[in-house]
């Protein structure tokens, strides 16, 4: 029992087993606190090689998280793209798409730490004419 009073002592007198490095640090030791600048033209146009071109908007630079609607889009070129095709030629005749009547859904764009994914689904309500050939 004495000796854990006589180690409470010495630790007293040392002071704690374990202290915050700041506290015991000098005025002299410590490095310097940063001092701000303005940028020159020269600083912007340097960082601005260093770093890859991000996708989507300016202020994410990091590449960390972008999504983007594409409904209207997907919905546009989609329909453009179906009536481009033409005529599909089959071994019983052809068929043709005449019209792509409705096009709704949800498309979306997203860029997660530079891997792009474009996901989403569309419902399609189309017309098309054939001609059968017997023989």
Do not use: H
């Not at 798409?97 to 859904?105: F, H, L, N, Y």
């Amino acid at each position: 029992m004495a000796s854990k009073e006589a180690e409470k002592k010495q630790e007293e007198q040392q002071g704690a087993s374990y202290t915050y490095w700041v506290r015991q640090v000098k005025e002299g030791d410590a490095a310097p606190l940063p001092v701000p600048r303005k940028l020159t033209p020269d600083d912007i146009i340097n960082d601005s090689n260093s770093q890859p071109p991000a996708l989507g908007s300016l202020w994410n630079k990091a590449g960390t998280w972008e999504e983007k609607n594409l409904n209207k889009w997907a919905s546009d070129r989609i329909k453009e793209l179906l009536i481009s095709v033409g005529s599909l030629e089959f071994p019983v005749g052809k068929a043709e798409i005449s019209d792509v009547s409705k096009c709704v859904g949800d498309v979306s764009f997203s860029s997660i730490l530079y891997l792009y994914q474009l996901y989403g689904f569309l419902e399609l309500e189309i017309y098309w004419a054939s001609v059968i050939s017997m023989f």
